[in-house]
């Protein structure tokens, strides 16, 4: 863990030193310090890590939308799910770091694939291939199952899974849901299979239509499924109720000290960025999650509005990958 944050912190002190040296045009370009190209001049791409439809996605869209009003720019939202989002990080760590391609990367691209491949070149990057430039939403997990379920409570639900061992399946979309069900498989005691997924909704679809025992969910992905009648939460992994879902207590609530484990979204560029796009794009980012709708959608929906300023934004960052290392180590969980 000391290794990782102290890379991150290392890395992170020597690009502002060549930042300032070497990218100090473009810099002031984003400024409109009068240089030859204002930045933006061409469509600014935000590339998702997850399908259309996730909480990071509906999140990144809104994003986008109120991004290009405030920049007066084209802004094009851009999906590349799979691998845990491996795909989608590699490709904004591989791109050219001049203020037109971005991540809005999550718990999952950018902080627990870390703990997942600690020294393992399959991930294909680290926390110094980026630069954050703030944050967007938080949003808990929640346990799910079907509507017709005869478990009530969370209690419920332990109790038949240790009479049956081996026979109830929970479902995960990701790396960080992976690491809920394992949470629980421990805590609880109980002999249950993971089975991963793609991502949140495709897991959401099979557990509304009985095909899978349970799942781990961000609320935002699973609000259309309880709207509609199918799911209902059994626990919210946070330290709070979640005003989406009044009736579901906390995993604390019900016995599970500790139990808090809360996905969140935040917007990332390939590291190398002149720090004026990323000061002033920072900012644009704050204006967007604060606007009525953006704050209303994600309330609708159970999340938390993460507005950021560039310093907090690489303290909160370097403090999750942390804390992920440490989810990790003490569960054992390995990546699927």
């Given at each position: 863990m ?9 890395c992170?002190?020597?690009?502002r030193?060549?930042k300032?040296?070497?990218?100090l045009?473009?810099?002031w370009?984003?400024?409109?310090a ?7 001049s ?6 998702v890590?997850?399908a259309?439809g ?7 869209r809104?994003?986008a ?5 405030l920049?007066?720019a ?10 845990n989002?491996?795909?989608a990080?590699?490709?904004?760590a591989?791109?050219?770091p ?7 990367g999550n718990?999952t691209?950018?902080a627990?694939?870390?703990?997942f491949?600690?020294g393992?070149?399959?991930?294909g990057?680290?926390?110094?291939s980026?630069?954050?430039v ?13 509507a017709?379920s ?6 419920d ?8 061992p081996?026979?109830?399946n929970?479902?995960?979309g990701?790396s960080t849901t992976?690491v809920a ?8 005691g109980?002999a249950i299979?993971?089975?991963?997924y793609?991502?949140?909704p495709q897991s959401?679809?099979d ?5 899978l025992s349970f799942?781990f969910a961000d609320s ?6 309880i709207s509609?009648?199918?799911l209902?939460?059994l626990g919210?992994a946070a ?5 989406a879902?009044?009736?579901a ?6 016995g ?5 484990i809360?996905?969140?979204s935040?917007m990332?560029?390939p590291?190398?960025i002149?720090?004026g796009?990323?000061?002033?794009l920072n ?6 999650v ?8 994600r309330t609708r ?18 403090a999750e990958v942390a804390?992920?290392?440490t989810?990790?180590?003490s569960?054992g969980v390995k990546?699927e």
């Open positions: 000391n290794q990782i944050i102290t890379q991150l912190i290392g992170t002190a020597r690009r030193t060549l300032w040296a070497l990218g045009t473009l810099g370009t984003a400024l409109g009068g240089a030859q190209e204002a930045w933006p061409r469509p600014i791409t935000l590339i890590p997850v259309a996730s909480g990071t996605d509906i999140g990144a809104l994003l939308r109120d991004m290009a009003t920049l007066k084209n802004v094009v939202v851009e999906n590349k799910p799979g691998a989002g491996m795909i990080a590699q490709h904004v591989r791109a050219k001049d203020g037109y391609t971005f991540l809005v718990a691209s950018n627990a694939n870390y703990a491949y600690r393992n070149t399959t991930l990057y680290s926390p110094s980026f630069d954050i703030g944050g967007i939403g938080l949003s808990p997990l929640s346990l799910y199952v079907p017709s005869p478990w009530k409570t969370l209690a639900l332990i109790a038949d899974a240790r009479h049956n081996g026979k109830y929970c479902g995960s990701n992976q069900c394992e949470v629980l498989r421990k805590q609880a109980i299979v993971n089975v991963p793609k991502g949140n959401l679809t557990v509304a239509a009985g095909q799942a935002s992905v699973a609000q259309s499924f509609g009648g199918k209902r939460a919210v330290s709070q109720r979640n005003p879902t009044p009736d207590a906390t995993f604390i609530e019900q599970f000290p500790g139990f808090e809360t996905g969140w935040a990332f560029a590291a190398g002149p720090e796009i990323i000061e002033r900012g644009v980012v704050r204006q967007a604060q606007t009525p709708e953006a704050r209303e959608t929906s159970g999340g938390v509005v993460l507005s950021l300023t560039v310093p907090e934004a690489r303290r909160w960052i370097a804390r992920w290392v989810f990790v180590e569960t990546p």
